[in-house]
């Protein structure tokens, strides 16, 4: 088995891996002013099939995050749709998977200088990612010193590259000082989000969550989680949060493309609840998996079929 696929998607058309290369001169500037997604495609519960979780949706945000940074990026929805398709089934994907997009600055250096001439360059390649929901997942957390980015800062509601540094930075922290995650505040002192994942919290059987101008990412996974607990009928508050309602809390959890959903059962060394991972996020997490893998028809619309 290959470590990497057979193809990448650039610019318009399949490549070999190999030769999908860029100038080593282009590091750096090219990156930094960069936008991507992540999203994840799920094989069904019989194995034979597989589906895009929210793809449009996803798609959008990347074209969202695009003008935001000034890249003009010419793909229709529907074009990044049919590119995403056309590269699984080209690498004959038949697993759970992340697919990663990305759009950077092209041309050369006296083109980037400048907003009107800006050219965007995108590229999309995927790796296998198995799901971890419904395997009992807990993470300890600790709120970082690191302050989230606001929005006059950079535009923390897009997948801007160069926002990842922070998160990076918290993340480091956390490690470094024996945790699994952190948990960022706003420059206000409020609870913002994870450095790759929005946070939910449940205190007196209600979802709570912060609003999105807590200095969160426009989350999709956020958004599918608020709709499935409003059908499941638990109200769900979307407002600022302060840090010691999360000690205080019954459960919290994490929500993400790449987190899934990630229940978290110690914060700063206080118990979430019964230190385990709670009914809601339990509830929820199973809810999803049946999701993903295409068992639920009343969320059928969330998936776009590769096979
Ligand atoms: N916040 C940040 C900073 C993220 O990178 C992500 C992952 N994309 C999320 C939240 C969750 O967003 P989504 O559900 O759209 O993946």
């Given at each position: 088995?290959?470590?990497?696929?057979?193809?990448?998607?650039?610019?318009?058309?399949?490549?070999k891996?190999?030769?999908?290369?860029?100038?080593?001169?282009?590091?750096?500037?090219?990156?930094?002013g960069?936008?991507?997604?992540?999203?994840?495609?799920?094989?069904?519960?019989?194995?034979?099939?597989?589906?895009?979780?929210?793809l449009?949706?996803?798609?959008?945000?990347?074209?969202?995050?695009?003008?935001?940074?000034?890249?003009?990026?010419?793909?229709?929805?529907?074009?990044?749709?049919?590119?995403?398709i056309?590269?699984?089934?080209?690498?004959?994907?038949?697993?759970?998977?992340?697919?990663?997009?990305?759009?950077?600055?092209?041309?050369?250096?006296?083109q980037?200088?400048?907003?009107?001439?800006?050219?965007?360059?995108?590229?999309?390649?995927?790796?296998?990612?198995?799901?971890?929901?419904?395997?009992?997942?807990?993470?300890?957390?600790?709120?970082s010193?690191?302050?989230?980015?606001?929005?006059?800062?950079?535009?923390?509601?897009?997948?801007?590259?160069?926002?990842?540094?922070?998160?990076?930075l918290?993340?480091?922290?956390?490690?470094?000082?024996?945790?699994?995650?952190?948990?960022?505040l706003?420059?206000?002192?409020?609870?913002?989000?994870?450095?790759?994942?929005?946070?939910?919290m449940?205190?007196?059987?209600?979802?709570?969550?912060?609003?999105?101008?807590?200095?969160?990412?426009?989350?999709?996974?956020?958004?599918?989680?608020?709709?499935?607990?409003?059908?499941?009928?638990?109200?769900?508050?979307?407002r600022?949060?302060?840090?010691?309602?999360?000690?205080?809390?019954?459960?919290?959890f994490?929500c993400?493309?790449?987190?899934?959903?990630?229940?978290?059962?110690?914060?700063?060394?206080?118990?979430?609840?019964?230190?385990e991972?709670?009914?809601?996020?339990?509830?929820?997490?199973s809810?999803?998996?049946?999701?993903?893998?295409?068992?639920?028809?009343?969320?059928?619309?969330?998936?776009?079929?590769?096979?």
């Open positions: 088995m290959t470590a990497h696929p057979e193809y990448l998607w650039r610019n318009g058309e399949l490549v891996w190999e030769d999908a290369t860029i100038h080593l001169t282009d590091l750096a500037w090219g990156a930094v960069a936008v991507f997604e992540g999203i994840r495609a799920y094989t069904t519960a019989d194995g034979q099939g597989l589906n895009v979780f929210r449009p949706e996803h798609m959008q945000r990347l074209r969202d995050s695009s003008r935001l940074v000034r890249l003009p990026l010419s793909y229709s929805v529907d074009d990044l749709i049919g590119f995403t056309e590269l699984l089934r080209a690498n004959n994907v038949h697993e759970d998977t992340y697919i990663f997009p990305l759009v950077h600055i092209g041309g050369d250096h006296a980037r200088n400048d907003p009107r001439s800006l050219v965007a360059a995108m590229y999309m390649r995927h790796n296998p990612s198995v799901t971890h929901l419904c395997t009992g997942l807990a993470h300890h957390a600790r709120v010193s690191w302050t989230r980015i606001s929005d006059n800062v950079m535009p923390p509601r897009i997948k801007n590259i160069s926002n990842y540094r922070n998160g990076q918290a993340n480091y922290e956390a490690k470094l000082d024996g945790y699994d995650s952190a948990i960022l706003g420059p206000q002192g409020k609870v913002s989000e994870a450095p790759g994942a929005c946070l939910m449940v205190r007196h059987g209600k979802l709570i969550t912060p609003d999105t101008t807590s200095g969160i990412l426009d989350s999709i996974t956020r958004n599918a989680v608020i709709t499935l607990a409003t059908d499941l009928g638990i109200e769900v508050v979307e600022t949060v302060d840090r010691t309602e999360l000690y205080l809390a019954d459960e919290v994490l993400g493309t790449a987190a899934e959903i990630t229940s978290i059962t110690q914060i700063d060394h206080f118990a979430i609840g019964s230190g991972m709670g009914p809601v996020t339990s509830q929820l997490e809810l999803l998996l049946s999701i993903f893998r295409g068992e639920n028809a009343d969320y059928a619309h969330w998936l776009t079929p590769v096979y």
